[in-house]
């Protein structure tokens, strides 16, 4: 066996590892108590489904909405602060939306400093006045719309820059207003790209515990969760994660199949760059306004309040607890990225050197993590090997009267396998975007000098794709570093990371001592923002911008 069929077969284990927990939720799903499910149907399953679904409606929609206008607005006017405004609007998505929900709560709940700045300008006591409360179905619905909408920004944004002025002046030259050119003839042209955002916001939707959780919103990733850890009672979990599984799969089939009906922006034999109209007056603040009003909500509040949170809270971040916190999550997500990655190269490899139907099969089934919540993918690999476990140690304590306790179940290697099966499609459209820019001579010129199989992927297409790789890196550290569904169900007992503690501390109601693991979650979450917003701030990179915008949000 050539040393290029190894590589391509290290490629099938990667996809292996990716599909199975899916596989094995869906299996002890099936496997489980029928009265079990039946019950679950009857009594949970409506109002789970009925919550998720208003949540997905409100958030896919806003999303659009938001990150379409504001793309817009930045990418076809000038206007006071329009060029740190673009680069601004990207910066709520290094917030994981469970920290979101902790600053907000602090500063909106009863307690908090609006409601008590309240009571003391007018006099009025607790029941004197209504005020929306924050824990709440639509309280969960705002602070993920604020930390997800730059998912569409980052693609509309892309899509906007590409398109040719020319559909747009001819609407123009015929009569139309700027807005009624925008709705009719720019907007339809970016549709794909707005809704492969709003897509990537309601699969986070989905998939989203800890802001759910916190506002106690019910909805498939709360039940999950309830029933392994307060029911006890894993074929419920399980077949909670069927429903959820089938759930994000019918969005993500929807997607495809109207984005293959749909044409998508492009350059065109003749492109126009858009000449960029100064708005003054009341419409340039009116565009500031908007632009800012998302900054303001997804970044600039929550950071301050979490700021003053974290200064009166007494945690000391250099204290040996928060250290070995720091120090856990850093560990596994580091292993994670670099593992993950590798898969990803190994994948990409495969599919360049032989693009067969069977490669882009490959692709897709290990890409299939992100349309599958962290906690399905937890409960996946836990049921088979709790199982596993429980035989080891039954045969070890039969044969040899050895307690091997939890081998597979007690270790964080599980925790790597989940991550590197929810996270391997960002990896993956990090890499690919960096090999696009390779032509496939290189390919067949490296293979005249003698550079096949593993020479040619490490002398070739890696020294290319080098900045490619280090973003999927980068990528798949902090969306490690932020993953909390995965991470409560599957790290041991005596492994803490920051994601967990700031969600305990936060459900035992102790939010300012949670707001310091948060802050540290943010700083991470910025780093891979940083690059991007680096490549946002280039305006002759339009292509490249798109493509990393693009590998950005897949995760």
């Not at 979990?237 to 969005?251: E, G, I, K, P, R």
Request: net charge positive; proline share 5%; glycine share 10%.
């Amino acid at each position: 066996m050539t040393t290029e069929n190894l590589l391509h077969r290290l490629a099938w284990v990667v996809v292996a590892v990716c599909v199975a927990p899916i596989l094995a939720a869906v299996l002890a799903a099936f496997t489980g108590d029928m009265q079990t499910w039946s019950e679950v149907l009857s009594t949970v399953m409506p109002r789970y489904a009925r919550t998720t679904l208003i949540l997905v409606v409100i958030v896919g929609g806003s999303t659009a909405v938001i990150g379409s206008v504001t793309a817009w607005l930045v990418t076809v006017y000038r206007f006071p602060g329009v060029r740190w405004l673009e680069v601004a609007l990207a910066l709520p998505l290094a917030f994981p939306a469970y920290v979101m929900a902790y600053a907000y709560t602090y500063l909106l709940d009863h307690p908090g400093p609006v409601q008590t700045l309240l009571r003391d300008v007018t006099g009025w006591g607790p029941r004197d006045y209504w005020f929306p409360e924050v824990r709440s179905l639509g309280g969960a619905a705002l602070m993920l719309t604020v930390v997800l909408y730059p998912y569409v920004y980052l693609l509309a944004r892309a899509s906007f820059r590409q398109q040719s002025a020319n559909a747009f002046l001819v609407a123009r030259t015929l009569g139309r207003s700027p807005a009624q050119a925008f709705l009719r003839v720019a907007l339809p042209m970016a549709r794909p790209a707005i809704a492969g955002g709003a897509l990537l916001a309601v699969m986070e939707t989905i998939a989203d515990y800890g802001t759910v959780a916190f506002f106690n919103v019910q909805t498939f990733a709360t039940g999950i969760y309830q029933a392994w850890f307060s029911l006890g009672d894993r074929p419920a979990a399980a077949q909670l994660s069927l429903c959820l599984l089938a759930f994000a799969l019918l969005v993500a089939g929807l997607e495809r199949a109207q984005r293959g009906r749909a044409r998508t922006a492009g350059r065109g034999v003749r492109f126009e760059a858009m000449e960029r109209p100064r708005l003054t007056g009341a419409a340039g603040w009116l565009a500031f306004g908007l632009c800012l009003l998302p900054v303001l909500l997804g970044f600039v509040i929550p950071v301050v309040m979490l700021g003053t949170m974290a200064f009166g809270s007494g945690q000391d971040l250099l204290s040996p607890r928060y250290v070995g916190l720091m120090r856990n999550s850093v560990t596994v997500a580091g292993v994670a990225a670099v593992l993950t990655v590798i898969g990803a190269v190994l994948i990409g490899f495969r599919a360049r050197t032989r693009p067969t139907r069977t490669s882009k099969l490959i692709v897709l089934g290990a890409g299939m993590g992100y349309a599958v919540p962290g906690g399905v993918i937890a409960v996946g690999l836990m049921v088979p090997m709790a199982a596993l476990d429980n035989l080891i140690d039954a045969a070890m304590e039969a044969r040899f009267g050895i307690d091997t306790g939890l081998l597979i179940t007690g270790s964080i290697w599980l925790m790597v396998v989940a991550y590197s099966a929810r996270f391997m499609a960002a990896a993956l459209n990090a890499y690919d975007s960096g090999m696009a820019t390779i032509p496939h001579h290189y390919d067949a010129i490296g293979r005249s000098l003698g550079q096949s199989g593993p020479r040619l992927l490490w002398r070739v297409h890696l020294p290319v794709a080098r900045a490619s790789v280090l973003t999927a890196l980068l990528i798949v550290f902090v969306d490690a570093m932020k993953e909390l569904p995965a991470t409560l169900i599957l790290h041991p007992f005596n492994f803490q990371t920051l994601a967990v503690q700031a969600h305990r501390l936060a459900a035992d109601e102790r939010l300012a001592e949670a707001a310091v693991p948060s802050l540290v979650l943010v700083a991470f979450g910025l780093v891979p923002v940083a690059i991007l917003c680096r490549s946002l701030g280039s305006e002759g990179q339009g292509g490249r911008a798109a493509r990393l915008g693009t590998a950005m949000t897949a995760g």
